[in-house]
């Protein structure tokens, strides 16, 4: 077909890989490789043009492209307006995706008009499925429904957590559901300077004020002492810290068994070390991380029975190294020794969609499954070298916050994700910002909270996207169950698209649409409603609600 052949071009022309351009692309690289070669039929203009963007084509590229991909589904010539031109919606129910270059012709004359009607049919085959079921062409077998349907279950308040970073003892000005202290002086070697000297100033200034806001502590255990292994490599960090366990584990046992003694009952769960994946924070061998992990979990257990030990965090799951020191820690029962895996749950670059972190939950739980261990998951961090990163632009940046604790709750049934930690509150120096330590929070902060509103109390039952759900390809969707106003629970979804714009019936029984700047407006079922990548909720009305909850 044409548009293959052009396709293949632009990718020889990059000099990117299939695997690499799959990244770019959030597909496989097997899809990927079909739709280049023309051994499967792209579905949609937006995948088209979002492929030939990662290859580096220009706008006229682009056009070119789409004019053959549409003359391989239609053979009736067609014209397409300019990429980089004001265009109008290519269907009522479907509108172009500007991040990934706009493609409806304008509707003036019956060539224009046609046109207009095949592209609008190619993104509707994304919407509602294949009409007689998947063409001969499609690669694997078409399922349509949700990703995931359960029986309703609490949206726990904890999923909404933030690490701190600052070690003044405030907390968040926002509402937030859990905490984390790391990068918060609190590593191992800023409490025990000196053998057996302690310095618990931060750490109680840390844990009094999250207990008096009622915010269950996730501790960091991390950071080994200068003088407990004097020759292991540093640690990213300027105090000193080594990325190694102590020569000597009972240093580590006693400094683990007094911190857990001290705060038992103030701090709900450990997290046995920031990323044992990564050599800028630990160095040593799979057996010697695993041994770390059975001594500290044996002297929490024994200090505070009630604690709860979550696993080493493993970050760096976009390289294959990452994911293979991930497979040996669990292979060499790692797991064994904790209730809670931790897992780095981050974009590659922060401007990324936030439900690119799909893909890495479902290659941990894939790995951790091929172990033979399925432990509940935290997303407790990002990588090192996020500071590096531009700042998004504040509407982004609300986006991009609140799509992170969505992220979190679609992968709570898939993935077995039970919480998420933002990375972080009080650093300013972050490409998004939700509150700097003495300032007001951001309006990423108070969307945040405003997500956390709508969803207090409530119960989700169901996550999917797409097609799937009969919505188009962008579009995102969770169903719940939430209290209203006389606390009857009502049902209710949030949809959002990872981008660009849709626009989609409103649900059975709709009957008020919720942003997240407050505002809230009446709709009627099969309404049309402009869904973005600002997520909203639709609830229902009190007459299709259930019983009082």
């Known amino acids: 077909m044409a548009h293959s052949t052009l396709l293949q071009s632009l990718k020889k022309r990059s000099g990117q890989s299939y695997t690499d351009l799959a990244r770019k692309t959030y597909l496989s690289s097997s899809t990927l490789h079909r739709y280049c070669t023309g051994k499967a039929r792209i579905p949609d203009a937006a995948v088209l043009t979002r492929i030939a963007r990662a290859c580096g084509a220009t706008d006229q590229e682009i056009v070119e492209l789409t004019r053959a991909w549409l003359a391989d589904r239609d053979p009736e010539p067609t014209q397409l307006a300019d990429p980089a031109a004001p265009t109008e919606p290519a269907d009522p129910a479907v509108r172009a995706d500007p991040e990934v270059g706009a493609f409806a012709p304008a509707r003036r004359s019956v060539r224009r008009g ?3 009607r095949v592209a609008a049919v190619a ?28 029986a309703p279950k609490p949206v726990e308040p904890t999923r909404f957590g933030v690490t701190v970073n600052s070690n003044t ?21 800023q409490i025990e300077p000196r053998p057996g000297e302690y310095d618990w100033s931060a750490t109680d200034r840390l844990v009094n004020s999250a ?53 038992r009952g103030r701090i709900e769960a450990y997290e046995l070390w920031p990323n044992g994946n990564d050599r800028r924070y630990y160095a040593g061998d799979t057996a010697s991380l695993v041994e770390l992990t059975r001594v500290a979990s044996r002297a929490i257990r024994q200090a505070d029975p009630k604690a709860v030990v979550v696993c080493p965090g493993m ?8 994911r293979d020191l991930l497979r040996r820690f669990a292979e060499a029962g790692g797991y064994a020794h904790c209730d809670v895996a931790a897992v780095k749950l981050h974009q590659r670059i922060a401007s990324d969609p936030p439900e690119t972190v799909l893909s890495i939950l479902d290659s941990a739980y894939k790995i951790m499954h091929g172990a033979g261990v399925h432990p509940p998951i935290w997303s407790t961090g990002t990588t090192h070298d996020l500071v590096l990163e531009h ?69 989700v039952r169901a996550c999917g996207k797409g097609a799937a759900i009969r919505l188009p390809a962008n579009v995102w969707q969770c169903e719940f169950t939430v209290p209203d106003a006389s606390g009857r629970q009502q049902d209710a979804v949030v949809r959002w698209t990872h981008a660009g714009t849709a626009s989609t019936p409103a649900p059975p029984g709709a009957a008020r649409l919720h942003r997240l700047d407050g505002v809230s407006t009446p709709i009627s079922p099969g309404d049309f409603l402009d869904i973005g990548t600002r997520p909203v909720l639709i609830t229902r009305t009190p007459a299709t609600a259930g019983p009082p909850s």
């Open 391 to 459: 700042p998004l632009d504040e509407a982004r940046a609300i986006d991009h916050a609140v799509r992170f604790f969505l992220a979190g709750i679609y992968g709570s049934a898939s993935g077995n994700l039970q919480r998420t930690y933002f990375y972080a509150w009080g650093n300013p120096n972050l490409p998004i910002v939700l509150q700097a330590v003495g300032g007001a929070p951001t309006k990423a902060a108070l969307a945040v909270e405003q997500l956390q509103r709508w969803l207090a109390r409530a119960r």
């Open 123 to 150: 993104l509707l085959l994304a919407a509602t499925g294949p009409p007689g079921g998947p063409s001969e062409a499609a690669p694997t077998q078409w399922v349509s429904g949700p990703s995931w349907v359960i």
């Open 315 to 322: 970050g760096r799951l976009w390289s294959d190294e990452g």
């Open 169 to 189: 003892g405030e907390v968040p000005g926002f509402r937030v559901g859990s905490v984390r202290f790391w990068d918060s002086h609190s590593r191992w070697t």
């Open 114 to 116: 046609r046109a207009l």
């Open 211 to 263: 207990r008096r806001a009622g915010l269950p502590a996730l501790f960091v255990l991390g950071g080994t002492p200068a003088w407990a292994a004097p020759d292991a490599p540093r640690m990213a960090y300027p105090d000193g810290s080594r990325a190694a366990a102590p020569d000597d584990l009972r240093h580590w046992e006693r400094f683990v068994g007094t911190l857990a003694e001290r705060y």
